[in-house]
């Protein structure tokens, strides 16, 4: 069974497709675009066409840096502005491609197969890039969402349970922060691992048509876009502390923790807002010891006063205040400016502290 | 006397100011943005602000490999997303600014001051830029349109007469574009040099409004825009044929020339488009003629095969055609495609024979 729907932007609107074994379909569609893969599915994506590069999906090549290299090989393929690109990969993949597709000659149409859960359930529509740059992690991006998505459930048994958390952890963010009705129908449906193709594909389908919601409504994260930073601001600072060895999406759901403290000492939550957020972290916390509980015993020793450095330096903040997303009243998320005192550094240390407790983060 | 439009674009809806002396004025409104500013214009630009650089308005530098410095000092600068950037100069000065804005943390807003006829009167509107790579030049580029543009007509001083024909050249390309109304009272106002103040900003007012409709009509170059190309074809492979010694808009005034011959010699012009293009062609010459004969001499001998050579990479073509912007019966312009024939290319190395002759082009 194939579902699609659309979405739509301000420069295009895109179709989103889900089911089972596209990529043969895909394929056969663009045996004349430009295939940029990632270099793990070698083994798995049949070359059936005639340009194409691999690309490790590393934090390295997904940089300004390594942009030239990519729009050389575009140029050399003849690539004009009416050619294609697809982009077969997880989230670093889209990321390069997106940016790339973007300035090369002023912008070309690209197809995105994404390939992790992640890129399944939230990253693959809204059209963002986040790129690094003279080593300052996601400093530069934009915006050039694809001109279609296919999204093929098969790739999903190809990760393991840490990229399929990676993904959970932000669906359910997403669905959080639309609001209590999705949230709970959300937890309903939430299925137990090893995910199989049906309950994939319906879970996607869900939360992709929530996302949907936030970015017809504010495509370039001005307002109610940026509530999906939820988790983000205290996650950024985990992941670069800790030489991003916690993954993305773990980090968030960390994040979503510490911000819930956060907010809870703050005194911002009614009893209700209580009970949601304890639904939240009690869903976050339960995959952790579930599925990935041997992951946390391998993660670095954290120095709490390194992670409020980096904390400092999330792009988010302004001058003078600090710019967090968090459960407030009845655990609706608001953005919330913080003036940058030592008071307030306090504690957010405080609030890393509890969280980190509360997920048996062993060494902090 | 100042004047002031707005444009409406995807993205935002952006102001344009034209006036005497209003340096100072943006100055004193932005003293906490980050200033990017040609340094041509070292001693023209008073101080009074703390976070500037200035940049040498070379191809250089209009480069994605030059990008990474830029970025650098902005994020030394501390700027964050609610930070604005003043960019001072020409061309490429804006090509540079767009760029780099529209990338930082995924685009930051910046204003526009154009201290060419050119950038004033044609390039500061439309939110378009051009940037070199690895030795291909404007292979990449993309959309970013300044918040504000604010033309200051004091700076037209600071110009040479190439300088000014630059500029007059694609004023007239645009108002030719339009409609032969829009041309026709383009011609009976086109001003004597030295340009004066008030009639600099009468013409510039005039043809920027023109444009206007264009780029609000077709922001992304995907129709009526397109034939703002006319011209452009023809002369790019001018340009780079002869390493750049031919300033851009020079070299549009007679790519104009080139194109008008090769609809000619195609038939495709009815009485009324025979004279209308004459009109221009006419135009075109007396302004050679009367400003700018001296520069003819210095330019170098063109090898026509090579100039073919050169027409045949231009982007804007498709795999198997040639696209070019011609006019065509009473003279409007349409974009056309021609097959990458024998016969075209012997008809397109007529058409630069002829043009060149006609504008006196000394040594080809």
Known sequence: ????????????????????????????????????????????????????IFIEATEKNKSLEKIPEIILKMREARLNRTSHVVAIGGGIIQDIVTFAASIYMRGISWTYMPTTLLGMIDSCVGGKSAINILGYKNLIGNFHPPKSISID????ETLNNEQIVCG?????????????????SYLDCSPKLPLN???????????????????????????????LNFGHTFCHALESSTDFAIAHGIAVGM???IAIQFSKNENLLNDKGIERTELLKNYIKGIINNYISDLLEKYPKLDLNYVLKNFDNDKKHETNSYRIILPKDDGGLVMINKDKTENARQKIIKAYQEGLKIVGYPNF
Chains 1, 2 share one sequence.
């Not at 069974?1 to 295009?12: C, G, K, L, Y």
């Not at 996607?204 to 949907?212: F, G, N």
Request: charged residues 25%; neutral net charge; proline residues 1%.
């Open 255 to 257: 994040g979503m923790i």
């Open 197 to 227: 193709n049906s309950t994939a594909q319906n879970l996607i389908s869900k939360v992709l048509k929530t996302k949907k919601w936030f970015i017809e409504i504010d495509e370039f994260d001005q307002k109610e876009r940026l509530i």
């Open 1 to 52: 069974m194939q579902e699609s729907f659309s979405v739509v932007s301000s420069s295009n609107s895109y179709q989103v497709q889900i089911g089972e074994n596209l990529l043969e379909q895909v394929i056969n569609k663009h045996k004349d675009s430009f295939f940029i893969i990632d270099s793990n599915l070698k083994k798995i994506v049949p070359i059936k066409f005639k340009n194409y």
């Open 153 to 156: 459930v098969s790739f999903l």
């Open 168 to 184: 959970l952890y932000e669906a359910v963010k997403i669905s959080y922060a639309k609001d209590i009705e999705t949230f709970l």
